[in-house]
């Protein structure tokens, strides 16, 4: 299991202790509450993960082959669940962030944000984390070779 | 008489099924009437056969049912020929037909069109793209955030000798009102422009008649008043259909094909390339007979209280802005936003509470630029929804501010 796995394991957990929606909610607008910040630079189109209901921005480094997001987001709801995925893939492998499929979304319940109907950015949020984390690891190899 | 809620929502089997639901997402589409439902059913199990192909049994009988239904649709607008109802795949593709074949036929570079920014993209993207391809200009007849309305003074300025076709909806998908569309085409008649009306959202509120409107083009889609999905209707004037070239080829819409060139059939067929869907305009057909039954003006008359009813309740709601003007008559739909939750979170509390609305852009982001914010929230209304559904809403929206303020 890597390290994005036990975390995932330990969101898991953190949900499981309720069964009500309104507990689940207070999880992800806490998360949300917490979210370090993205500076202001980054809340621009270039950044903007525009969706039909709620606008998200992003913006990721790499850091020695390892992937550094922040995000913000407009709606709270949404903004607690890019934490949860910015929570999971901060400071990760690249390889092991391609790998992962975000299934804790299914097991913590709120696997319906995930559909493509929601369109509340969240798909599109892992997809370009995704292409971050595959566009840094193409560059780091042809670094590697130019080395 | 009274409107008789209970007797009618008995028609919809959603509702036996998904009694905890409140659904308030019919400007999106509306629930089906188990009379539809039957007749897609009955006529797969006993008569599906392609349409207009073949000489057995199965194939009359398929063909007849068709343009049975196409008579029922164009009874129902009051169209003066039946070959002047296209079968499209909605609403959109209908206002694409236009945007394509017409400008093909009418419109050279330097021309314009005008429309409105209050439009669903659907009847706003078409022609913008037809804009870029054919270089000509798009122009937008101003709309008053204050009251709600069109300036028609503007829009009589905004027509010249190149205007080729004015597309304007009738009832606008986010705000319910409707727009000044008789002044609209009488002014655009005196000057020989046609008009295309994009009946999406009028079409399940009022009456519609394409003679007494003097309608050029009229698009609707079906499944918004009971019928069923990937079914509508391209009502066009025999006088601009028979002059315009065909939007798409293929079979069905020939008339003669040699290597050399092809001619093409007649009304309606020229514009219904490929095999039509002709299993739902059939069931759509039923739907027709179906709203036939009722009392159009006990049907509307209980939509506009509930309208009312809703608009009254959430009026008693500080924290909510409501996008209305209660002067004018409002079309089925209600949008409204929370001062200070956004539209995206108080949906997912109220998806929670099994509260079926709308929120978004509702793909009309001219007008939410206009209205100065990105989504709204949008209840919409039909008339198997209940008083009940709109007390049950406003509790919802009473959960949702106590939600997000205790946080």
């Known amino acids: 299991m890597n390290n994005i796995e036990l975390k995932a394991k330990q969101i898991e957990e953190e949900f499981s202790i309720f069964d009500d929606w309104m507990d689940r909610y207070n999880i992800l607008i806490d998360k949300a509450r917490n979210l370090e910040p993205l500076d202001p630079k980054y809340k621009t189109p270039q950044y903007l993960i525009n969706d039909c209901q709620s606008q998200l921005w992003l913006f990721c480094e790499n850091k020695d082959g390892r992937l550094f997001c922040k995000a913000d987001g407009d709606a709270i709801i949404t903004k607690g669940m890019a934490a949860i995925v910015l929570e999971l893939v901060n400071g990760e492998p690249l390889q092991d962030i391609i790998n992962y499929n975000f299934e804790v979304f299914d097991k913590i319940g709120l696997h319906s944000h995930l559909s493509p109907t929601r369109s509340n950015g969240l798909r599109s949020l892992i997809k370009q984390v995704k292409l971050y984390a595959e566009a840094y690891l193409l560059k780091n190899i042809s670094n590697d070779k130019q080395r | ?407």
């Open chain 2, 1 to 407: 008489m009274p409107w008789d809620v209970n007797s009618f929502r008995n028609h919809f089997p959603f509702y036996s099924l998904n009694n905890d639901i409140v659904y308030l997402d019919n400007a999106a589409t509306t629930q089906k009437n188990i009379e539809t439902i039957d007749t897609l059913n009955f006529f797969y199990s006993h008569f599906n056969a392609n349409v207009h192909r073949g000489a057995h049994y199965l194939s009359i009988k398929a063909t007849e049912l068709f343009e049975d239904a196409r008579n029922k649709i164009q009874n129902f607008i009051n169209a003066k020929n039946s070959y002047e109802i296209i079968f499209t795949k909605g609403t959109t593709e209908a206002i694409n037909l236009v945007a394509f074949s017409y400008i093909e036929q009418f419109c050279k570079s330097g021309d314009n069109i005008i429309t409105t920014p209050i439009e669903h993209h659907s009847n706003f993207v078409p022609w913008q793209l037809a804009a870029k391809r054919k270089n000509l200009e798009l122009r937008v007849i101003p709309f008053n955030v204050n009251n709600y309305t069109l300036d028609l003074a503007a829009f009589r300025k905004l027509v010249d000798n190149n205007t080729k076709i004015i597309a304007i909806t009738q009832v606008s998908n986010v705000l319910g009102i409707a727009t000044n569309i008789n002044e609209i085409i009488d002014f655009a008649h005196s000057k020989n422009i046609p008009v295309l009306i994009d009946a999406a959202q009028s079409f399940p509120h009022m009456s519609i008649d394409v003679q007494k409107l003097d309608a050029d083009f009229l698009a609707l889609s079906a499944h918004k008043f009971y019928g069923p999905t990937g079914i509508g209707i391209l009502f066009g004037n025999e006088k601009w259909l028979n002059a315009m070239p065909p939007y798409q080829s293929g079979g069905e819409m020939i008339d003669l094909v040699t290597i050399d060139k092809t001619t093409f059939n007649e009304l309606p067929f020229k514009f219904e390339a490929g095999t039509p869907n002709f299993a739902d305009a059939i069931a759509w057909g039923s739907t027709i007979d179906f709203i036939s039954q009722f009392d159009k003006n006990q049907m509307f008359n209980y939509e506009e209280e509930l309208w009312n009813y809703a608009y009254e309740k959430l009026s008693s709601l500080p924290y909510i802005k409501i996008f209305a003007c209660p002067e004018q008559k409002h079309y089925g739909a209600l949008s409204f936003v929370f001062n200070d939750i956004h539209p995206y979170d108080a949906a997912s509390v109220l998806d929670e509470l099994k509260i079926a609305v709308r929120v978004g852009h509702h793909c009309a982001q001219p007008l939410m630029n206009l209205l100065g914010v990105t989504g709204t929230i949008r209840a919409s209304f039909a008339p198997y929804n209940n008083k009940d559904d709109i007390d049950k809403l406003v509790e919802g929206l009473k959960t949702v501010y106590k939600f997000f303020n205790k946080n």
